[in-house]
């Protein structure tokens, strides 16, 4: 560091980085009626007078949907605030029934949690500001004029999502990097999907981020840019990305950046200004007349905590200890609750295999063939019991690992009620030569037939061995164990 | 008018029910007779937006087949009941006397209008009000406003005025009201009947078109104080659509109505019984009741709540500040009025210009602006910790007294006219009502007689602690039965 020095252009950048993520909770109905959660579906046909906002109707919060936003911030380390309230954010738009949101404001339900992550071996801790409750709003579909709401020649609402209760998770500042902000997110997904409470499909917009992003060097804070429209870890990677780097440009230019909305532009890979501050909404929060304070009983907190289930972090550690999966094999299995569940059911299946090569053939093969195949592992046709054996088969040497992927798609292909992978092997007539006569006899047959290579070989040249062992592997249709014949090979060279 | 010859209009509600219930009358009778007196007189009154009349002969069938089959009936069965036109109905369009709803019917029966129809009140109609509620006098009423029957020239108050005028005019013994700011009280005393606003969380807001939230409760008008408790009893109660609402149940008002004021300790408010502007009848009146009260064994004295001035400020920053978030959703989207434009922030703009009429739109407007940002502290924020002190002043009071007494109004039915020019003179007809409704405790108003000068009615309020609906009924009862006055019955006579 250079200090003054170092001041002007191609000084040294810090990136700030905070997301707020909204997630839609799985719960049974809706945040303030008894309307059904679910997505899709014809329009307008999960709707009563309440989540249309027809007049005279009132809110009645879901206890459901607090348990769930409970349990998230217990998850992610936050206190439980004993009283907390609800309140209107006022604002016009045709999705939204009352044109105003019931949301929390400065008295959240959760408050003052972290999140650790690790990128490229260095790891950091992610604050939490708050966790707090709201409702969605409906669907717009604008047509003509692009799909904006601005120029559309008319618009189809449709209120099947409006109320649907939300979690609003807001971090401090402390990402530093996209790939920080996209580890922080990963862990955050695979916390909530532990916590089974959301469906958590970006697809479907079940899990939604905002990044507030900015620039400067060290020791000051640069105008906060926000970037909206991230559906996806993928997206939010991208747009993150793409920011720094436009900001960077702007700034090294000599440029300034000002405090403003940016909307991200998936298929042009762009973030592209949406409102600057002084256009900023006024929202005209005030507390929500119509709902109490919501003050959860202790005993009912505690037994919320009480039913948490295992978190990844932990879960990671358990995988490293009890099974001696490496830090990186740990995590890749824990980020998909699916895939850590299927480890686990295989290596309690298992017989010979080590559980660090039951991760390696799920997390290698199947993961990869599944994927080639449109498939995934929620939905495997394979039964962990069966992928046990088959890891058995190659541990103990009865096929080899060339085998044993073919068998796999062979399983793969079967689909589900396919045969277990010994039937397979039985059937196709694998089966591989470790050692013993049969072996032995097979290499004496190709030396006999290569005396040239076999003298060279005893002369000292280990260049033809590659060839010899090929023959050999050719001879027994690949069936031969490799390391049964290169000591086989080596027992006759110094024989 | 003369009612002569229509002897079930001229009758208490409990006193309809109990001949429904021993066979003496049908309720489709009842129902007939109510319905003969509306057409023949409430042209000129125009107490009402909406006459159901084949929703309510139907009820009134269903009550007379029910007894027919032996079934017991409820306490309201075969009684006709005026709704203010606030309170959502499933079978009767719901205005809220405003033309961005003009049509709309909602999909659901509010929680107090179900209840009613389940004790076997028979719905007449829903009555006129001031838009949403926001008036004084139901002149603003977006269709046309509403006489009172005791001068055509003169307003009925408001915002339930078309309920307080259908009561007096006996078009129904039982009507609803809501009472934000004093809109049940305020047209009770002009109208010369019985009003209540019950303690706020006792009266289930679901299905009442919203005005300001924190303020808003439903309660009864009627012609005697038995009645008033009568219906009140058959509507409050905790409902789980409400979350603001009660969840104990409330204790029983009829049970004590008779207990008298011996031994009460009753104290006169020194600041609404000599606020600015007050008619001399009105201050009269009060004195009177004082004297009545004594009478009855009472101890009677002044007290002084001194934040009580600053109501009607804080009230007119609160209320509009919440009403300007409640009546965001006419839009023109979902329901009701929808003025054409090329855009949907332009189709919202232009429903609201048609649909909203001028003090709707200048409580929005200034609702708006004092929940602004760099505002809100200096409004919306003063103004709570106002209602904290008045709360509190309250509590002091009630330290000493068990119940607190003033003018209902600081003056009797003013004329059609007279004040819509300066809203601010308007609003200072609420300055007596609007201290209880901040403090979200429960009031009546009662009508104690005819001022010498202009004939007209004079209320008198009668405030209890939050909750204490039985002492405020209690000592009503024991006012009205030394009062004995013959039931106020106006003669509707056209102005000159």
């Known amino acids: 560091m250079t200090g003054e020095a170092g001041a002007g252009l191609g000084q040294e950048l810090i990136t700030t980085i905070g997301l707020e993520i909204h997630v839609e909770l799985a719960t049974r109905t809706k945040m303030f009626c008894g309307c059904p959660v679910a997505f899709g579906g014809e329009p307008n046909t999960r709707v009563c007078q309440v989540c249309l906002g027809h007049p005279g109707t009132l809110p009645v919060p879901n206890a459901e949907a607090i348990a769930y936003a409970a349990k998230i911030g217990m998850a992610l380390g936050c206190a439980i605030a004993p009283s907390s309230i609800f309140h209107r954010k006022n604002y016009f738009y045709p999705d939204m029934p009352k044109n105003y949101q019931i949301s929390q404001y400065d008295i959240p339900l959760c408050t003052g949690g972290a999140v650790a992550i690790e990128t490229d071996g260095v790891p950091a801790a992610v604050g939490i500001t708050r966790v707090h409750l709201e409702e969605d709003t409906g669907k717009s579909l604008h047509m003509g004029g692009g799909g904006r709401i601005h120029g559309a020649d008319y618009s189809l609402e449709d209120f099947n999502r409006a109320g649907t209760p939300l979690v609003e998770i807001v971090t401090e500042p402390d990402m530093h990097s996209a790939d920080q902000a996209r580890a922080f997110a990963t862990e955050l997904r695979a916390t909530l999907e532990a916590l089974e409470v959301s469906d958590i499909r970006m697809e479907e917009g079940s899990m939604r981020f905002d990044a507030n992003i900015s620039m400067a060097p060290p020791g000051r804070l640069g105008a906060k840019v926000e970037v909206k429209n991230l559906n996806s870890l993928r997206s939010l990677h991208r747009a993150l990305a793409y920011e720094e780097q436009r900001q960077r440009e702007v700034l090294g230019d000599g440029g300034t950046i000002e405090q403003s909305t940016r909307h991200w532009d998936e298929r042009a890979g762009v973030t592209r200004p949406l409102r600057t501050k002084e256009h900023a909404f006024d929202y005209r929060y005030f507390p929500e007349p119509d709902l109490v304070a919501i003050e959860p009983p202790a005993d009912w907190l505690e037994s919320i905590a009480a039913s948490l289930p295992e978190l990844p972090a932990a879960r990671r550690r358990r995988f490293e200890e009890q099974f001696g999966l490496s830090a990186y094999d740990a995590g890749v299995l824990v980020a998909s609750r699916p895939a850590a569940a299927y480890f686990e059911a295989a290596v309690a299946a298992g017989r010979k295999a080590e559980p660090k090569e039951v991760a390696n053939w799920l997390a290698n093969d199947l993961v990869g063939l599944l994927t080639k195949r449109g498939e995934s592992i929620e939905a495997c046709a394979i039964p962990p019991e069966h992928l046990a054996e088959l890891v058995d088969l190659v541990a103990g040497g009865e096929i080899s690992r060339l085998q044993g992927r073919e068998v796999l798609d062979d399983m793969a292909a079967a689909g589900a009620g396919g045969p277990p992978p010994a039937a397979i092997v039985e059937k196709k007539g694998l089966r591989q030569l470790s050692g013993g006569d049969e072996l032995a006899a097979v290499l004496d047959e190709v030396i006999a037939a290569n005396p040239d290579v076999w003298a060279r070989l005893r002369a000292g040249d280990t260049k033809p061995e590659g060839f010899l062992f090929g023959q050999v592997m050719r001879a027994t249709k690949g069936q031969a164990n490799p390391s049964a014949v290169r000591n086989l090979l080596k027992t006759r060279l110094d024989g | ?496």
């Open chain 2, 1 to 496: 008018m003369t009612p002569t010859g229509d002897e079930l209009t001229g009758r208490t509600a409990a006193g309809l029910a109990a001949m429904v219930r021993r066979g003496d009358v049908s309720a489709v009778e009842v129902t007939e007779a109510h319905l003969q007196r509306i057409a023949a007189l409430d042209g000129d009154v125009r107490s009402f937006l909406c006459v159901g009349e084949a929703e309510a002969r139907a009820a009134a069938a269903g009550v007379d087949a029910a007894r027919a089959r032996g079934e017991a009936l409820g306490p309201l069965a075969g009684v006709p009941l005026a709704v203010k036109d606030m309170f959502c109905t499933k079978d009767l369009p719901t205005t809220c006397a405003s033309r961005i709803l003009e049509g709309w019917r909602p999909p659901y029966d509010s929680t107090v209008v179900a209840r009613l129809r389940a004790a076997g009140a028979i719905v007449i109609g829903k009555t006129n009000l001031d838009e949403f509620a926001m008036g004084s006098s139901t002149e603003n009423s977006g269709f046309f406003p509403t006489a009172n029957p005791w001068d055509l020239g003169r307003v009925p108050g408001g915002s339930s005025g078309g309920s307080a005028a259908a009561v007096a005019a006996r078009f129904a013994p039982l009507a609803l009201g809501t009472d934000t700011g004093g809109s049940i009280r305020q047209p009770a005393a002009l109208c010369g009947v019985v009003g209540l606003r019950p303690t706020y969380g006792r009266v289930s807001r679901y299905g009442i078109v919203a005005y300001a939230s924190s303020l808003d409760q439903a309660g009864p008008f009627a012609t005697t104080v038995a009645d008033t408790a009568l219906l009140l009893e058959a509507m409050w109660g905790h409902d789980p659509c409400d979350s603001t609402s009660i969840p104990s149940a409330p204790e029983p008002v009829l049970a004590s109505l008779e207990d008298g004021v011996a031994g009460l300790r009753i104290g006169i408010v020194e600041e609404l019984a000599d606020v600015d502007g007050i008619q001399p009848e009105v201050r009269a009146a009060v004195e009177s009741a004082r004297g009545l009260f004594e009478k009855a064994g009472a101890e009677v004295d002044t007290v002084s709540v001194p934040s009580v001035e600053y109501g009607l400020s804080a009230y007119y920053v609160i209320a509009p500040a919440e009403a300007s978030s409640n009546l965001a959703r006419y839009d023109g989207v979902r329901y009701g009025l929808r003025a054409p434009a090329a855009e949907v922030a332009a189709m919202n703009a232009a429903t609201r210009e048609a649909g909203f009429g001028a003090e709707v739109k200048r409580r929005i407007m200034l609702g708006t602006y004092a929940l602004s940002a760099g505002y809100y502290d200096a409004y919306y924020g003063q103004a709570q910790r106002v209602r904290t002190l008045i709360i509190r002043d309250f509590a002091r009071a009630y330290r000493d007294f068990d119940l607190l007494v003033s003018p209902t109004s600081p003056t009797t039915a003013f004329g059609l006219g007279e004040k819509t020019a300066d809203p601010l003179t308007m609003y200072l007809s609420d300055v007596c009502t609007v201290p209880t409704s901040l403090a979200g405790a429960t009031a009546l108003s009662l009508p104690c007689g005819l001022a010498p000068e202009d004939g007209l009615p004079v209320g008198i309020q009668l405030m209890g602690k939050a909750l204490d609906e039985v002492t405020v009924l209690r000592a009503a009862r024991a006012l009205e039965q030394e009062l004995a006055l013959p039931a106020p019955l106006p003669e509707i006579r056209v102005p000159a």
